[in-house]
């Protein structure tokens, strides 16, 4: 909580709030997220993905290893709480060199969303590493 309230804090001092800078459908918008947004969103408890999950429900993670925004450890830690439900199983892809935006990473995005259904439907994808036992470079 200390970390996301860090990275708002000298802008909420000097100006009030924060300008979230994104791109919707290609065009840039501006956002302002106030201290108490800031508040409710570093609050938000995520205990239901342990305890309330759909258990019938197969997931599929991608998450980039060079994230600066979202720490790459966080998507072990929706590994660990979504993995052990039956029948529903859980798919970790990490993905070298990919930053939170997955910049110039999308087609890679892309072949993962599309083979994974597949997989599911096949009965080959049983939980754990995407990809488990494609040899590539090491």
Request: no cysteine; aromatic share 14%; charged share 25%.
């Amino acid at each position: 909580m200390e970390r996301i309230r860090s990275f708002y804090q000298p802008s909420l001092d000097e100006q009030g709030y924060y300008e979230w800078k994104v791109k919707v459908a290609g065009k840039e918008q501006i956002g302002k997220v106030y201290a108490g947004d800031v508040e409710r969103f570093a609050a938000w408890d995520t205990s239901f993905v342990w305890d309330k999950f759909p258990r019938g429900i197969h997931v599929l993670t991608v998450h980039g290893l060079a994230d600066e925004t979202v720490p790459p450890y966080d998507a072990f830690i929706y590994a660990r709480a979504l993995s052990t439900r039956q029948p529903g199983t859980h798919t970790l892809h990490m993905m070298e060199s990919a930053n939170h935006n997955f910049t110039g990473k999308y087609i890679d995005v892309n072949d993962t969303i599309l083979e994974w259904p597949s997989q599911v439907r096949g009965g080959t994808v049983t939980g754990g590493i995407f990809r488990t036992g494609v040899k590539g470079k090491l």
